[in-house]
Nanobody, 127 residues
Framework: QLQLVESGGGLVQPGGSLRLSCAAS????????IGWFRQAPGKEREGVSC????????NYADSVKGRFTISRDNAKNTVYLQMNSLKPEDTGVYYC????????????????????WGQGTQVSVSS
C-alpha cells in the first residue's frame, strides 16, 4: 500500500521539543519533495517547511526558522521534522506530504503536485 504514516506528536510544555516522523511505504522518498504543513484550530492549513529532492534545499516559514529542522533518512525511507523551542502558537495538526520530483515554492510544497498525504499528528504546546 502506498502511503505516508506520521508519528511523534503529543503534548509538550512551551520551550520543549518534539520530533515528528513521516515514513513512506510502497515508494521511496528520495525522488519526492517533502512538505510539512500544519493546521491550527479554526485556521487554514499552512506550509511549515519543504525539502526539495532535486537539490536538497530546505526552506522554512519565518515563524519556525531557527527552531524547526527538516531532514531525511533514505535508509529508513523516513522524513523528520525536529521541533525545538516550541511555542503555544505551534499547536495544531501536522501533516507531511510528498510530491514526485516536485519543486518547493519557498517553504511550501505546491499542493497541486502532491501525490501522498500523511494522516496527520496532533501537536499541542501548553503549560
Amino acid at each position: 500500500q502506498l502511503q505516508l504514516v506520521e508519528s511523534g506528536g503529543g503534548l509538550v510544555q512551551p520551550g520543549g521539543s518534539l520530533r515528528l516522523s513521516c515514513a513512506a511505504s510502497g515508494f521511496t522518498l528520495d525522488t519526492y519533495a517533502i512538505g510539512w504543513f500544519r493546521q491550527a484550530p479554526g485556521k487554514e492549513r499552512e506550509g511549515v517547511s519543504c525539502f526539495s529532492s532535486s537539490d536538497g534545499s530546505r526552506n522554512y516559514a519565518d515563524s519556525v526558522k531557527g527552531r524547526f529542522t527538516i531532514s531525511r533518512d533514505n535508509a529508513k525511507n523516513t522524513v523528520y521534522l525536529q521541533m525545538n523551542s516550541l511555542k503555544p502558537e505551534d499547536t495544531g495538526v501536522y501533516y507531511c506530504a510528498a510530491g514526485y520530483w516536485a519543486y518547493c515554492k519557498g517553504y511550501v510544497l505546491d499542493q497541486s503536485v502532491i501525490n501522498y498525504w500523511g494522516q496527520g499528528t496532533q501537536v499541542s504546546v501548553s503549560s
